[in-house]
């Protein structure tokens, strides 16, 4: 595996896992990747910058189109916890940032 540090803050590196559920995990060839930062934000920009362009080759290969970033096309929590849901958007070591692609239906 592939380190990926964020140099926001040199000090504070936390190594999380970033997990990508259904469809994501499928087209990233991986259900887990780790990261390192030091706040959630940080993670979330890394996450973008590191799989969204493979994600959105991908998608566009099986005809589909991710306009956006992947958050906006996702439901994200950390440990379980929606974003919206959180108090703090420090990282600590292990946390576990869980990547769901959006459901949609009619």
């Given at each position: ?10 000090n ?45 080759k ?49």
């Amino acid at each position: 595996m592939m380190w990926l540090p964020i140099y926001g803050n040199r000090n504070s590196l936390t190594l999380i896992t970033v997990q990508f559920h259904g469809i994501w995990g499928l087209y990233l060839g991986a259900e887990k990747k780790p990261l390192a930062g030091g706040s959630l934000d940080e993670a979330l920009a890394q996450m973008e910058d590191k799989f969204g362009p493979p994600l959105r080759k991908k998608l566009q290969d099986h005809g589909a189109k991710l306009d956006g970033d992947i958050r906006k096309h996702s439901f994200i929590t950390l440990n379980h916890t929606g974003l919206q849901q959180l108090k703090d958007n420090r990282l600590e070591e292990g946390d576990v940032l869980h990547i769901f692609p959006a459901v949609t239906g009619g």
